[in-house]
């Protein structure tokens, strides 16, 4: 038995695995969980992030506007299924003016490190980069320096330091939609300066598992077990129809998690269900949170439809790592 190393979650959203099931990852009955319409300003409401938070759940979700353009906003729910999004977007304070410019903001991550949540999302600075903010309590947010130079996407937290570093997951890229990437890890003391790059993994060539052809990113933050930390990511393969979007998994070293104990061969969600095959941006699922409850080892794991829904997909420690071990690179 696998063991999440963690808080507790008793209230985290939960169903059961359908009978017959196969898969790793089985699918809210109810999905999606959020529409198109999840504020008033909403065309769609996809890759987002959630956090345990008082008594519920605290998150920050990209709502792309009806004039398509793109921003994070603060929604709260009792039960994480049902959400109330706010209006307007985040609104950010900096000691520095010139870091809260941005040409836009998308694909928010949401990580709890020692008395903060921190904020990850891909920021609009001369070109898309990684933009860092905290808060206590998701009313006042206080932005950090972007992370890197542009080009970047995918800035992803890992919850407690290593080796006394933050570390954070990122994927290098270009201006436009990206027909390649790898996952990268990088260091920092401070919140501020980040160096000690390292390679965490690429695309993988050939015929060996093309669903991750083209690209790789990472999603959530990772998960802490016993035995490494669990990375769920996205891979992408290039069709004869554009882009698909597919999930996969990865085991990483707890000391140094730049080196992969096990990596996904087989997806282990894809865009099967209209909500994800038909939408403004076809064939995607892009996990972007999961909760994961240290005492029963459950997993509620949160993703983007088609770019422009919200979805819930749930698994178990023990499902994903033995899927993992049978089918992986």
């Given at each position: 038995?696998?063991?999440?190393?963690?808080?507790?979650?008793?209230?985290?959203?939960?169903?059961?695995?359908?009978?017959?099931?196969?898969?790793?990852?089985?699918?809210?009955?109810?999905?999606?969980?959020?529409?198109?319409?999840?504020?008033?300003?909403?065309?769609?409401?996809?890759?987002?992030?959630?956090?345990?938070?008082?008594?519920?759940?605290?998150?920050?979700?990209?709502?792309?506007?009806?004039?398509?353009?793109?921003?994070?906003?603060?929604?709260?729910?009792k039960?994480?299924?049902?959400?109330?999004?706010?209006?307007?977007?985040?609104?950010?304070?900096?000691?520095?003016?010139?870091?809260?410019?941005?040409?836009?903001?998308?694909?928010?991550?949401?990580?709890?490190?020692?008395?903060?949540?921190?904020?990850?999302?891909?920021?609009?600075?001369?070109?898309?980069?990684?933009?860092?903010?905290?808060?206590?309590?998701?009313?006042?947010?206080?932005?950090?320096?972007?992370?890197?130079?542009?080009?970047?996407r995918?800035?992803?937290?890992?919850p407690?330091?290593?080796?006394?570093?933050?570390?954070?997951?990122?994927?290098?890229?270009?201006?436009?939609?990206?027909?390649?990437?790898?996952?990268?890890i990088?260091?920092?003391?401070?919140?501020?300066?980040?160096?000690?790059?390292?390679?965490?993994?690429?695309p993988?060539?050939?015929?060996?598992?093309?669903?991750?052809?083209?690209?790789?990113?990472?999603?959530?933050?990772?998960?802490?077990?016993?035995?490494?930390?669990?990375?769920?990511?996205h891979g992408?393969?290039?069709?004869?129809?554009?882009?698909?979007?597919?999930?996969g998994?990865?085991?990483?070293?707890?000391?140094?998690?730049?080196?992969?104990?096990?990596?996904?061969?087989?997806?282990?969600?894809?865009?099967?269900?209209?909500?994800?095959?038909?939408?403004?941006?076809?064939?995607?699922?892009?996990?972007?949170?999961?909760?994961?409850?240290?005492?029963?080892?459950?997993?509620?794991?949160?993703?983007?439809?088609?770019?422009?829904?919200?979805?819930?997909?749930?698994?178990?420690?023990?499902?994903i790592?033995?899927?993992?071990?049978?089918?992986?690179?």
């Open positions: 038995m696998s063991r999440i190393i963690g808080q507790a979650m008793p209230n985290i959203p939960w169903e059961d695995k359908p009978e017959g099931n196969q898969m790793p990852l089985w699918r809210y009955s109810k999905n999606p969980i959020i529409g198109r319409d999840g504020n008033k300003v909403s065309n769609s409401v996809f890759n987002s992030a959630v956090v345990p938070f008082e008594d519920g759940y605290a998150g920050i979700f990209r709502c792309d506007s009806k004039s398509i353009s793109m921003d994070i906003f603060v929604g709260k729910s039960d994480g299924y049902h959400w109330e999004i706010e209006d307007e977007p985040v609104q950010m304070e900096g000691a520095d003016g010139e870091i809260l410019k941005n040409e836009y903001r998308y694909d928010p991550r949401v990580c709890f490190i020692e008395d903060r949540y921190y904020v990850t999302w891909c920021n609009g600075y001369h070109g898309p980069t990684i933009g860092v903010a905290y808060t206590y309590d998701f009313k006042k947010f206080v932005q950090l320096e972007n992370a890197f130079l542009p080009c970047n995918n800035g992803v937290l890992f407690r330091k290593i080796n006394d570093m933050y570390v954070m997951l990122s994927r290098p890229s270009d201006n436009g939609h990206t027909p390649f990437g790898d996952i990268f990088s260091q920092s003391r401070d919140m501020e300066f980040w160096g000690r790059h390292r390679h965490l993994m690429s993988v060539p050939g015929n060996l598992s093309a669903w991750q052809i083209t690209k790789v990113g990472p999603g959530p933050t990772p998960i802490e077990t016993d035995e490494g930390w669990l990375l769920i990511y992408v393969i290039t069709t004869c129809n554009g882009f698909v979007y597919r999930m998994a990865a085991l990483l070293d707890l000391e140094e998690p730049w080196k992969i104990i096990y990596r996904s061969k087989d997806y282990i969600l894809a865009p099967h269900e209209y909500y994800e095959c038909v939408g403004d941006v076809p064939n995607v699922v892009f996990p972007c949170a999961a909760l994961a409850d240290a005492d029963t080892g459950r997993i509620a794991i949160y993703y983007g439809c088609a770019d422009t829904v919200t979805g819930l997909a749930f698994t178990t420690i023990d499902d790592l033995s899927y993992l071990k049978e089918h992986h690179i």
